[in-house]
């Protein structure tokens, strides 16, 4: 079943539409995802086929994360992520472990935004949150990244406790894919929660890098955003 899901895969294969991706997801030396490998699939493509392999074992899956194919990790991840869903307890947990225990091969940004609140965030959700605190101080841009896309989760359940307290972890990385992500994850906050959002803007605004100001308040109103960005 590995070979002939790699052999969909192949067949989708679209070189003009790779060379795009390899340049829109910074694959180029020195760059964030130097040796990253595209196909060229585009994802509805991807979802598909993950879901006529969900039978894929765990140990399948790991060997399509190891390798280089970006596509080939995207449709291991949207298969882990149907497995998940489907899961009783158990299984789950199983799940929630092999993803932890395969951070490093989630080393891109859509990777880990449309994976990891699915998975980490709803097995954490009534559990102790331990892990993404740990993972947002971890030397790996990737999984700081994952430490606060899995807080989505929560934000969605109206709970966003650990998005502000991660958000001030990560309040002065250097990355502009963590300051993104913060940013991002703010405003989801103050679409729920305006309040919320804005209360911890007034404590930290002046600090937050302009990338991570930008995304968090990015649908103020135009005197409301002058505000904030004039310091």
């Known amino acids: 079943m590995l070979n002939k899901i790699k052999e969909d895969l192949q067949k989708l294969e679209n070189p003009e539409k790779a060379k795009i991706l390899s340049r829109f997801f910074k694959t180029g030396k020195g760059e964030y995802a130097e040796g990253d490998i595209f196909l060229g699939i585009i994802v509805p ?6 879901k006529k392999y969900i039978d894929l074992t765990l140990n399948d899956l790991e060997k399509l994360l190891e390798s280089k194919v970006h596509e080939y990790r995207l449709t291991a991840l949207f298969i882990l992520v149907h497995k998940y869903e489907k899961a009783n307890k158990i299984t789950k947990k199983k799940i ?8 490093k091969y989630i080393n891109n940004w859509d990777l880990i935004d ?6 980490l965030g709803d097995f954490l959700y009534e559990k102790n949150k331990d892990i993404l605190y740990k993972l947002a101080k971890s030397s790996s841009l990737w999984e700081r990244r994952i430490s606060i896309i899995s807080t989505y989760y929560f934000i969605r359940k109206n709970n966003f406790e650990d998005t502000l307290n991660i958000s001030k972890l990560l309040l002065n990385d250097k990355e502009d894919l963590i300051q993104k992500a913060v940013g991002w994850m703010l405003r989801e906050v103050g679409k729920r929660n305006l309040e919320k959002e804005e209360e911890f803007l007034r404590k930290y605004y002046k600090k937050m890098p302009r990338t991570m100001l930008r ?4 649908r103020f109103k135009e005197e409301k955003k002058g505000y904030y960005m004039a310091r």
Do not use: M, V
Not at 45 to 50: F, P, T, Y
Not at 96 to 103: E, G, I, K, Q, R
């Open 215 to 218: 995304y968090a308040i990015e």
């Open 114 to 119: 449309l994976s990891s609140h699915k998975i």
């Open 96 to 103: 929630f472990d092999f993803y932890l225990s395969n951070t």
């Open 45 to 50: 493509e991807q979802r598909k086929l993950s």
